[in-house]
Each structure stands twice: as C-alpha cells, then as structure tokens.
C-alpha cells in the first residue's frame, strides 16, 4: 500500500460529517462570494494568529501581492527574501511590479540568514519578506532589528507555519502583515485555492481589503486601482471547521516527528533542528543526504512517496537565473537543494507507517554501506 507524501484526503475523511455539513450550509444558504463564513473566518483566523484584522484572498500568493501593494511597494522598490522559497513567493514581488532581491539561508533552520540580510540592504530596500520555511520560524528578532531602524516593511510568509510560534508569540504577528496559503496540503488547508493577510494595523488592513476587491469601497465604484483575489464562503466554511483542530494537528505532527527522530538517530541522515527560540509545527519533515536521489527512488520503489522542497533555488530557475540580484553568495541555497527530502508527513500518518518508512531509510543505508 503506498505511503503518500502528503495526504489532503485523509484530512477530509477524518472530518467527513462536519465538512459535508458546512459545505451544504454555504450551498443552501446561497451567498457563495465574502459573505458571513469569510467574515468569520477571518475573525477567527486573526485572533488565532494574535492579530486584529484577516483579509480573506485567493491564495498565499496573491496574499503577498496584496500586502506589497497595501505598502505602497510597487515599481523600482526592492524586496528582500530567500531563494531557498517557493517561487510563489518571488512570483508575488515581481506582480506589485517589485524588484526581488534574494539572499542565503541558514544551513541549521533553513530560514533567512540575518547577517545575509544586512548586507543586502539598499537606499531602494522598502520590504523583506521572511519565510518560516518547513514550519520552522525565521529569526524574527534580528530581522526586526536590522529592518526597524531603517524604516523597511516586514511581511512574513507564513504560507507553511500557521501555528508555529517565535518566543512564544505566533507567526504572522511579528511583522507589519502576514500572509498565509490554504492550499489543501498546507496544516491549515481548504479544498482548493486560498489565503489571508493578516494585520493589526487598521490602514493597512483597510487598504488589502480594497485591493482584493477593484478598490471598491463603495460596490461598484473604484476608490483605488484594484483587483479580483476573494477568498469563498465554502472555502471559509471548510477552513472553520478544521481551525478547530488545528492545534490538535500540530501536536500530532510534533509526534510524528519525535517518531522519526528516534527510528533515524544514528543513520547519515542530517535530521531537522528547531530554533530553541521557536516552536517548529512541521508543515513537512525535512532530512538532509548527499545521497538524496538515490534515497528517494528506493523509497518510492517501496511505495513510499517523498518530495524535495526545493531542487532548484529561486536563483537559478530559467525564469530568474541572470536577472535577479542576490546577495553575498548562495552557498547553503544551493547545497540544501542537492540534499533536502521532505518525508510523509500529516496529522492522519499511523504509528505503523512511519515505523515503515523509517525501517525502509535504515535498509537503504545498510544496502549502501
């Protein structure tokens, strides 16, 4: 029986009833576009990430589009992230018509490297973008000390960290915004596209909630240029449902972790570090080999399914390679993405399977010794 990596099936048939149910509720109460589930939704969301305001989107990217628009970023105005990213997030910058500009990662967590950072700041730097990768929080701390002083926006992309914290404190409220994906395979996914800004500062809430819908505060009259990103009453009604158990989730996923730790302790492997600063909710379940191919096809000849988030950094994809300006060198970028394998990983993943998936790696380092 295959083991997949992910597994946004499992999700819905553990929730069946409750699902089905908000679903026909939205169906027969026939108001499909940002109507009272998205106003709900984003309420709750926002309270559970410790902010005031949610802004409902189409999705994670067009969430970092907006919040870049929100602050004015647009044309000429540079924009700090990491290449070690989905080009979602990259994609996002270059649509506010931003220019990206790319630095390294730390090899322990995976995250912005902050010294990196730094030195890549211009008179043209107007935002940095950290990413709190695998589910592991960025160096909220330093970022906000290099970029305070200077006046530089932080929108953090917590597209795969929703419930992670930093000092205790969630993801998504460090920054001036937040963005957040609900792409099914997300800890937090619906059943389709979605995302949200979040925001404690009410101008610029007001002005994402504009953007997302032709600029209208006033229907059908445009007070500022706008566009069509709305997250819908199905989708919001689904994410209700599972924000419920959500925490719930997270600690499962914790679990599941603490499982490979234990079955992978002593093999080659370089296993995931969490910042002893922060709580890792592992959107996925990252181990690093210099054998990573050969790794991944034995596994898959099992019928254990894996992922590498990411084979190709940002920087040197045919779109970009050439044309976007990195920082002082991508040393680690480049090596984690010869080495990096995400696991199974998902709250519904049995004891039994990730025992098999732990043997099956153990087998494959003794054929190859």
Not at 208 to 221: D, H, K, N, T, V
Request: net charge negative; hydrophobic share 40%.
């Amino acid at each position: 029986m295959m083991i997949p990596a992910s597994n946004p099936l499992a999700s819905y048939r553990t929730r069946k009833e409750a699902l089905d149910k908000a679903v026909l509720k939205v169906l027969e109460d026939g108001w499909y576009i940002l109507g009272k589930e998205v106003t709900a939704f984003e309420g709750e969301f926002a309270a559970y990430v410790g902010c005031t305001n949610g802004i409902g989107v189409g999705s994670g990217t067009e969430a970092i589009h907006i919040a870049l628009k929100a602050c004015g970023i647009g044309v000429g105005d540079e924009v700090i992230t990491v290449s070690h990213t989905a080009v979602a997030t990259v994609a996002a910058i270059e649509a506010a018509g931003a220019v990206p500009v790319l630095v390294d990662i730390e090899p322990d967590y995976y995250t912005m490297d902050t010294d990196k950072l730094e030195s890549a700041i211009t008179p043209h730097t107007k935002a940095v973008i950290p990413v709190h990768l695998y589910g592991q929080p960025a160096n909220m701390t330093a970022i906000l000390h290099i970029t305070r002083p200077r006046g530089i926006f932080v929108i953090e992309d917590c597209a795969q960290a929703h419930g992670a914290t930093y000092l205790g404190r969630p993801v998504g409220a460090w920054g001036d915004m937040a963005c957040f994906s609900f792409y099914p395979t997300k800890n937090l996914g619906a059943y389709g596209d979605g995302g949200m800004v979040t925001a404690s500062d009410t101008e610029l809430a007001g002005r994402c909630r504009l953007l997302r819908e032709y600029g209208w505060a006033e229907r059908y009259i445009s007070s500022i240029p706008g566009g069509n990103s709305r997250l819908d009453e199905i989708q919001a009604a689904i994410l209700r449902v599972k924000l419920t158990d959500l925490n719930i989730d997270n600690t499962r996923r914790g679990v599941i972790a603490e499982s490979y730790n234990s079955l992978l302790n002593g093999t080659d492997l370089t296993l995931p570090r969490p910042r002893p600063q922060g709580s890792h909710v592992f959107h996925l379940y990252v181990v690093r080999s210099r054998r990573r191919d050969a790794l991944q096809t034995f596994l898959k000849k099992r019928g254990i399914g894996s992922l590498i988030h990411y084979p190709v950094p940002v920087h040197l994809q045919p779109a970009y390679c050439g044309r976007i300006r990195c920082g002082d060198g991508m040393a680690e970028t480049e090596k984690a993405a010869c080495e990096v394998l995400s696991l199974p990983m998902y709250p519904e993943l049995t004891e039994t399977e990730v025992q098999t998936v732990g043997s099956t790696i153990i087998e494959f380092m003794e054929k190859k010794r």
